[in-house]
């Protein structure tokens, strides 16, 4: 398992942009080999996959976030993810999350990682 640290949540108006970040901790060679994702939960939904990146840089996204949200890693194996047009059902706690025990396409599916951060709350207003 690798550590990882999010940061970069906050309160914004419906519209706006936030950028969430997510530090991980171990060898930058295994961690490249990683699948990383952004996972967010709420009470009523439940946790939901938002996008993923595996190591080639292939991404996926939730179908509601498609156009709005970009995933996307440094050389550092930081992962970010630019949030656009923010709506008031994108208010969620947000998870960095990470495996590298999967085969062919990088999940989206929370119960596929095993690695998760401490979480950063977004909250959109209307």
């Known amino acids: 398992q690798v550590q990882l640290a999010e940061s970069g949540g906050g309160s914004i108006q419906a519209g706006g942009s936030l950028r969430l970040s997510c530090v991980p901790s171990g060898d930058n060679y295994r961690l490249r080999r990683y699948c990383m994702a952004w996972i967010r939960q709420t009470p009523e939904r439940g946790r939901e996959g938002v996008a993923s990146?595996?190591?080639?840089?292939?991404t996926t996204y939730a179908d509601d976030v498609k156009g709005r949200f970009a995933i996307s890693k440094d050389n550092s194996e930081i992962l970010y993810l630019q949030m656009d047009t923010l709506q008031a059902d994108d208010t969620a706690m947000y998870y960095c999350?990470?495996?590298?025990?999967?085969?062919?396409?990088?999940?989206?599916?929370?119960?596929?990682?095993?690695?998760w951060g401490q979480g950063t709350q977004v909250t959109v207003s209307s």
């Open positions: 990146i595996d190591f080639y840089g292939d």
């Open positions: 999350a990470a495996t590298n025990r999967y085969g062919g396409v990088c999940p989206r599916a929370a119960e596929e990682f095993d690695s």
